[in-house]
Nanobody
């Protein structure tokens, strides 16, 4: 059974940090590209960061460049999103996604709220 389980969300003050983790099971994790998406309240879902399967190339939406870092551990089957210097506009439900060819798996999401 394929599972992606996010954790690490919560309430944080502006300027703070959070570390999101996504634990995977039920598929060959190492050959999948991995992504973090987010859906802010009342807005469309957007791609935040991605990391490729083999070379580990990363990409980020402009609004998080220099603040967020995506990484993966194929042995532990986890993908991490380190989020620093958080802003109120980063508040959203964050989802991890594993993708390979026609296969696309999603987690249930974790809420991140940045507020004073």
């Amino acid at each position: 059974q394929v599972q992606l389980v996010e954790s690490g969300g919560g309430l944080v003050q502006p300027g703070g940090s959070l570390r999101l983790s996504c634990a995977a099971s039920g598929f060959t994790f190492s050959v999948y590209a991995l992504n973090w998406y987010r859906r802010p309240p009342g807005k469309e879902r957007e791609l935040v960061a991605g990391i490729s399967n083999v070379a580990g190339r990363t990409n980020y939406v402009d609004s998080v460049k220099g603040r967020f870092t995506i990484s993966r551990d194929n042995d532990k089957k986890t993908v991490i999103l380190q989020m620093n210097s958080l802003k109120p506009e980063d508040s959203a439900v964050y989802y991890c996604d594993a993708r390979r060819e026609s296969r696309d798996y999603w987690g249930q999401g974790t809420q991140v709220t940045v507020s004073s």
